[in-house]
């Protein structure tokens, strides 16, 4: 059962094509779980092509032609397609990201209950990175500068305002403030989309601050 989904105004953007590569990887993997977002996805992508067809052929500048056709020969921007089936356990696209199994992936350790694995996306301003909790472990209490999308992948963990699992999406920004803490009985994984780093707020990891830095590739 999911939960937690992408608000309105991101499923829109990303039926529309227009979300930074990173985020429309992490909102097409929630597809794969949810199918009340496929629905709406492809209900939006229906109406979008509506609307398209109904606007008034116009004069269109020839310069303007020009410059549309030349950027026609530039290479097309990487794209996700949204998996169609609900029931998918592992996702092509969470396939094709890791080329392999998480043991085969580079880890860093933030701290004995806490990996990070930064994956190749393309997209240079989002960083995509999936984050190993330990069961009963923490993220260690942080805000953000930016933006934070989470979707679980393995296990489930808590904040201050909830239970997340398989499946489950979150977007955070600047306004939260929260302490992520796998479920005791499994480790959890999840991944993570920022495009600005976190900031550590207690005052053990405050000193990290200046360090943090993304790794968007
Ligand atoms: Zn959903």
């Not at 067809?53 to 020969?73: I, Q, T, W």
């Not at 029931?87 to 043991?103: F, N, Q, V, W």
């Not at 302490?179 to 780093?197: F, H, M, N, Q, R």
């Amino acid at each position: 059962m999911i939960n937690y989904h992408p608000d309105s105004r991101m499923l829109n953007e990303f039926s529309a094509g227009s979300l930074p590569l990173a985020q429309s990887a992490c909102v097409s993997l929630h597809l794969n779980y949810c199918s009340t977002c496929q629905r709406e996805s492809r209900k939006l992508q229906q109406m979008g092509g509506m609307l398209f067809e109904r606007l008034a052929p116009c004069e269109v500048d020839a310069s303007l032609l020009d410059s549309v056709m030349s950027r026609l020969d530039e290479p097309a921007p990487l794209t996700y397609e949204a998996k169609t089936t609900a029931t998918d356990e592992s996702p092509a696209l969470m396939r094709r990201l890791m080329k392999g199994g998480y043991k085969d992936l580079e880890w860093d350790r933030i701290n004995s209950g806490l990996q990070i694995s930064r994956l190749h996306t393309g997209d240079v301003e989002n960083e995509f990175a999936l984050y190993h909790i330990k069961a009963g472990r923490t993220i260690p209490r942080h805000t953000h500068k930016g933006t934070e999308l989470t979707l679980v992948l393995e296990g489930s963990f808590s904040d201050e305002e909830g239970i997340y699992q398989r499946g489950d999406f979150l977007m955070r920004d600047a306004e939260h403030e929260h302490t992520p803490t796998a479920a005791k009985s499994e480790d959890c994984i999840c991944i993570g989309v920022l495009d600005a780093p976190i900031k550590f707020t207690g005052w053990n990891y405050r000193a990290l601050n200046p360090f943090l830095s993304l790794q968007a590739h």
